[in-house]
């Protein structure tokens, strides 16, 4: 027996019971709480950090580790690279750069990695210069793609471990819970910058409006995050997202979207409480448009609509077409205002919507999705990160989790970009892979996978144009001739990982 | 066919191409600049030779600006630059095929 | 004989991007131009990128037209030379104004189909009639050939010409549409109407292709694609007329397998107007979509 700090005696072992620790004090193991109670002269208790690099010290980053950052400022990011500036300056070096996605702002990134700031990427997607860059053997050691569902498998199973999350939000208290539909910065949906701030060693948030506390409804919990900057401006705000996205007014991409939707109206997918995703711009979200015709005329409403959300979506729900929206995106000014008011418009994150691992994601609930595609080829596999140069150009994204979640999976694409034919003999890089994909759609005609007999039977009574994918392949390569096959090196400048943590295919360096 | 000045057809629109011909010595030079190189430069460089050869132009300074257009397109532009540097009234029926 | 041409798309004959693949819209007839929308400057451009693309771009089965400019012109010749070589279905003569335009054209094409080694013949013609004069002589005009397969309304200059403007309800083209429309009914061949300009007005253009297919007319010219699916909703036979159109043939196999000469259907004789109505009506129904029985086609 002993006596504690508060003078009472405690046993020192317990049978049954382990650990026994005596008390020592109120205010002995809970750094937190302060020791002047109810100080009137203090700030309230807060997180606040002056400066970024104050931000940066406090976390301990240090050579080696891994930093993470989300994609829901798209262009209009600034942070990345604000961030990486001063950690370059600090002097620190060799760490793994784990952006949920790159754009072609992410242009200084390179001379980072040249700098020796950067030794690793852990990204969904890389454009621009910085994809240019690393198609050419910017990098050491490869670049290591994964989907959006993949990420955050990664992350929450530990194999990607997140040293410091540097989160931009558009709103957050001083203890910081944030969220994203408020603010001029607003960018609606914090999707990927959750499962980071639930897993990450230690999370910076950094914020251009402070808000009274506590700002509720929040994204982002108080109780994940470390440190808080307030700075001028946490992005481009016209770049973060349009007022409202529209709809393409180009007649190829409103042919092929109508031809989807007629596809997915004839597929047997099209019932009264079906659910959908689209994609986000050109034919893939214009088939929006035509689907509601179709909608409208069967009198069918969706259970839920998933994915990155628009204003044609918002146009849905608000209307009653569409019973739910599941937000891990916001792509516009509506779908922000939409989130912020809208009851039934739901922020998930990134695990919610497609880690293959958790106790079930969304995508696995999802009946129809339509995605798009730079290449697919004949055994139905699709690249979407590639250009026809063999330079990476794109992101792996949601694509392979709603490929293989989803009841119908419909690819659309032109069958001729350009000069360029959409199918190839083989892809030259696989994103997804063809088991997962059911259906693709072009402005000359769809081809139904040969695992989907019963799909194929249903569009072939229905009179729609169908082909066999050999024969689409034939059509463009009669019109462009045979391209010749890109001249890779040997080097392996990326490794394409699939959404369970396998690695699907890689990427070589172009010369 | 001889080329006797500059003839110049087509667009930098895309799907099709700008051709520029000029009058040369010794021999045919060919430029290529096309956004389809890296898929199709080796087919567009025979198309342009065989073209040139089906008009008898044995001397000539061909510029191509391509935007991704068709072998057809290509083609029916480069023959109209020709037709014009070589101050031909007329379509020559008897050597196009 | 081709019974559809529910939609003429105009093709500008110089511009790459839409000459290699507006097929893909479907219109029932592809119209490249090589006429107003090409500058002078370009006429010999566009004959060439026209006549390359005919040569080597599969239209699949969408009936092609080339516009050509009229042989008083100085790229008429050059262009029935060049066109006849490339082998589109018709040869669109603009601005007819008499019968002997018609056949100056045909001669011409005559000529090269003949130094070519193709069958004489082989190309049909379609003329436009775009002013009083050419209103005035239709008759003659749509009887001016066997190749001609159809006659057109241009109402651009026509309205100018007339001294009056385009108005809504288009009473002022009333008489050009109803002459050249029955000129062609009497020679039995095609009537289409005019554009529709103004492109993003939809409801204007439904509400004059509903007056044009009311008169009788079998197809509208059209500049834009999205056209195109208006066009043909306008021209897709309601459920009634294609049940009618299904009973009336039906009742024609019957009698024809019982060996008898005459038919008739709810008391009415079926004659040869009826019978043709019956089988357009489910050729526009098919080619909308629309489930038929297709052993009456």
Known sequence: MATNGAGREIPSRVPGIDGIRPYEGAYAHTPLIRREKGSRTLPRLNKLVDTLEDAIERTGLKDGMTISFHHHFREGDVLTNQVLEIVANLGIKNLTLASSSLTSVHTPVIEHVRSGVIRRIVTSGLRGDLGDAVSRGLLEIPVLIHSHGGRARAVESGQLHIDVAFLGVPASDLYGNANGFAGKSACGSLGYAIVDSQNADKVVLITDNLTDYPNTPFSIDQDHVDHIVVVDSVGNPQKISTGATRMTQDPRELLIARLASDTIAASGYFEDNFSFQTGSGGAALAVTKFLREKMLEREIKASFVLGGITSQIVKLHEEGLVKRVLDVQSFDMDAIRSSGENRYHTEIDASFYANPLNKGCVANKLNVVVLSAMEIDSAFNVNVITGSDGVIRGASGGHSDTAIGSGLSVIVAPLVRGRTPTIVDSVTTIITPGESVDVFVTDHGLAVNPRRPEVEERLRAARLPVYTIAQLQEKAERMTGKPEPIKFGKRIVGLVEYRDGTILDVIREVV | ?97 | MKNLRRTMLYVPGNRAAMVKDAHIYRPDTLMFDLEDSVPYTEKDSARMLVYHALRAIDYENVETAVRINGLDTPYGLDDVEAIVRARPDIIRIPKTDTADSVREVESAIESVEREIGLEVGTIKLFAAIETPLGVMNAPEISRASSRLVGIALGAEDLVTNLGTTRSEEGIELLYARSRILFAARAAGIHAIDTVYSDVCDDDGFLQETRLIKQLGFDGKSVVQPHQIELAHEVFTPTPTEVRNAERTLTALRAAEERGSGVTALDGKMIDKPMLARAQRILELAAASGIDVNRELL
């Not at chain 2, 087919?43 to 300074?61: D, F, K, P």
């Not at chain 2, 391509?66 to 532009?77: F, W």
């Open chain 2, 1 to 97: 066919m001889k080329i006797e000045r500059t003839g110049v057809a087509g667009s930098l629109e895309s799907s099709d191409t700008l051709v520029t011909v000029d009058p040369h010595r010794g021999g045919v030079e060919i430029v290529l600049r096309s956004i389809a190189e890296a898929r199709f430069g080796v087919q567009i460089r025979a198309l342009i030779e065989t073209t040139l050869r089906e008009l008898a132009v044995g001397e000539a300074r061909v510029q191509v600006e391509d935007r991704s257009a068709l072998d057809c397109t290509i083609k029916a532009r480069l023959v109209t630059a020709i037709h014009r540097a070589a101050k031909a009234e007329h379509p020559v029926w008897e050597l196009l095929k």
